[in-house]
């Protein structure tokens, strides 16, 4: 019940392309709903978040949608560019100050 | 936005030995603090939370002997691998929340390589 799954596990996109990662949740108690990104060698960078009271967020070029009766978000990253190539964590907490519980990561690929 | 460092970012050290970790927060208070490990093409493993001037809570299969865990002020925590062998080789990364607010910022990690 505290597993956030996420796919597809690697994904390849053409440049300009729109790059879709989808997750899962069980626990209906998890009230926070961050993205991360990450480059080889680095630690993660947060990239969007979204609470469950809002269906949709959008930050420049990337948007959460967010489906609370089907207990699923999922990041959308429109017109995708070489420079997104990097692996993306979703992840869920339960509430403030308590840790993170991360998916298992998408490796994303764009080609040019 | 916030900002958080560690040191070294990379170290070598012989087995046997104890390698000591730092991780700041740099432009505010951290309330809070995760310590994780991360094997090559794999998520993040949870490790601990460090409450400042608080023990930490170390999750279920970490040995607490082992990976200890100061947080003794609001923008320094320090993770201390005792007596190191080659299978703790790993990227140790740091997390830090501010008072209030969800937001986890994470530090550029540590590659650890006992040998």
């Known amino acids: 019940q505290q597993q956030v799954k996420q796919s597809p596990q690697s994904l390849i996109v053409q440049k300009g392309g729109i790059s879709i990662i989808n997750c899962a949740y069980e626990n209906t108690a998890f009230d926070y709903f961050p993205w991360y990104q990450q480059f080889p060698g680095k630690g993660p960078a947060l990239l969007i978040a979204i609470r469950p009271d809002v269906s949709e967020k959008k930050e420049g070029r990337f948007t959460i949608s967010f489906n609370k009766s089907a207990k699923q978000f999922s990041l959308h990253i429109m017109d995708s560019q070489p420079g997104d190539s990097a692996t993306y964590f979703c992840a869920a907490t339960l509430q403030a100050g308590t840790a993170l519980i991360f998916g298992k990561g998408t490796t994303l690929s764009v080609s040019s | 936005g916030a900002v958080v460092s560690q040191h070294p970012s990379w170290v070598i050290c012989k087995s046997g030995t104890s390698v000591k970790i730092e991780c700041r927060s740099l432009?505010?208070?951290?309330?809070?603090m995760f310590w994780y490990r991360q094997f090559p093409k794999q998520s993040l493993m949870l490790m601990a939370t460090?409450?400042?001037?608080?023990?930490?809570?170390?999750e279920q299969g970490v040995e607490k002997d082992k990976f200890l865990i100061n947080h003794a002020s609001l923008t320094l925590s320090t993770l201390t691998v005792t007596s190191a062998h080659p299978e703790d080789s790993s990227f140790y990364i740091c997390s830090a929340k501010g008072q209030g607010g969800y937001e986890q910022y994470f530090g550029p990690g540590t590659r650890l390589t006992v040998t």
């Open positions: 432009d505010f208070q951290a309330t809070t």
């Open positions: 460090s409450n400042e001037g608080s023990k930490a809570t170390y």
